[in-house]
């Protein structure tokens, strides 16, 4: 639903707006078996509290950017850490 008001926010064409959501999915898929390991490794707790501060600091500074560059590249490391929340939850 978000897809066309950020691509006509951004001035992308249809076929860049796909990459909106692919920047995610595609960083937190290839992220989760790693975070899976950190979380055997390390306390699940604090995983799941910097995975939390990540994606929200992220997503409030994806909220102000203008440049499509800087923005997909803030939703795939978004993905990251929304992939740090998923083994502990």
Do not use: H
């Amino acid at each position: 639903m978000a897809v066309a008001p950020i691509t006509l926010d951004l001035d992308l064409p249809i076929s860049q707006g796909v990459w909106v959501l692919n920047a995610y999915a595609l960083s937190f898929a290839a992220f989760l078996l790693v975070a899976g390991r950190l979380a055997d490794m390390f306390k699940v707790r604090i995983l799941f509290i910097l995975g939390l501060t990540g994606l929200g600091s992220l997503c409030l500074v994806t909220s102000f950017i203008e440049n499509k560059y800087g923005f997909f590249v803030l939703r795939g490391i978004s993905g990251l850490f929304g992939a740090l929340i998923i083994p502990s939850a």
